[in-house]
């Protein structure tokens, strides 16, 4: 995928353009354990609530390409008959309707990530994009779209206990010390399936997000994509000088 693409399914996530109807999802504790179980249709909460939702999910379409944005190739065995590659498929043909494919999902990545004993929460969504068409000068001509893009978008959030902050209360007209409980920061990973290259769906792909380029959580990629994790910007990085002072 290139920046162009990632930013149109960037503007996607929008509360006015976006198509996703409902965000899935669960809250993992320090132990691995799923505590509870996210199932919330957007059109039931406020704007706010739905453009928080949104956002974060967001978050893991940003950075930079190479670096935060990696792209996830699979082999033409995979895509013919592998269980990583069934599974992805499955929640986006069920469009995550299907809680036996989701329950499957949250215990491959339960069983796989290392979170250091924080507690985090797993987000879903699905959409269904009418690509608009685009002519050669590069404009957009909604009502000859012959693409539609459906895909998942995966983002798995640390939740963490927030500090207590001055609060106005407006019975005791006064000021207090107060905590707001737990907050889900944004995203350490995430990802998309499938690619949206040249405008359309590339089932050989998807696009792994890391928000740190040192931890790539390999771990993860390891067991949800079963594919060599790439080496990160920081590894490439010491690669580079390495034989760059071997040849020196």
Do not use: W
């Not at 670096?67 to 043909?93: G, Y």
């Not at 929460?121 to 009418?130: E, G, K, M, P, S």
């Amino acid at each position: 995928m290139n920046k162009k693409e990632v930013n149109e399914l960037r503007r996607r996530l929008a509360p006015e353009k976006c198509a996703i109807s409902k965000i899935y999802g669960c809250f993992v504790n320090g132990a691995k354990e799923i505590v509870s179980e996210v199932d919330i249709p957007l059109g039931t909460v406020s704007e706010d609530d739905a453009a928080s939702y949104l956002a974060l999910l967001k978050k893991s379409l940003s950075g930079t390409l190479g670096k935060n944005l990696i792209d996830i190739v699979f082999s033409t065995q995979q895509v013919l008959d592998s269980e990583e590659h069934r599974l992805l498929s499955a929640l986006r043909e069920s469009a995550l309707a299907d809680e036996e494919v989701r329950q499957q999902f949250y215990r491959c990545v339960t069983e796989a990530l290392d979170m250091d004993g924080e507690n985090y929460v797993i987000l879903l969504a699905h959409d269904t994009y009418d690509v608009p068409y685009r002519s050669k000068d590069g404009e957009k001509q909604a009502d000859a779209s012959d693409q539609v893009y459906s895909y998942i978008l995966c983002s798995i959030c640390p939740v963490k206990d927030s500090k207590p902050q001055l609060s106005y209360c407006a019975d005791e007209k006064n000021f207090r010390n107060r905590t707001v409980g737990r907050i889900a920061a944004a995203p350490m990973l995430g990802f998309l399936f499938p690619a949206f290259d040249n405008r359309q769906a590339n089932l050989y792909n998807a696009l792994y997000y890391t928000k740190s380029t040192s931890d790539l959580h390999q771990e993860f990629i390891d067991h949800i994509f079963h594919i060599e994790a790439p080496m990160s910007a920081e590894e490439q990085r010491e690669v580079f000088f390495a034989a760059l002072s071997e040849a020196l």
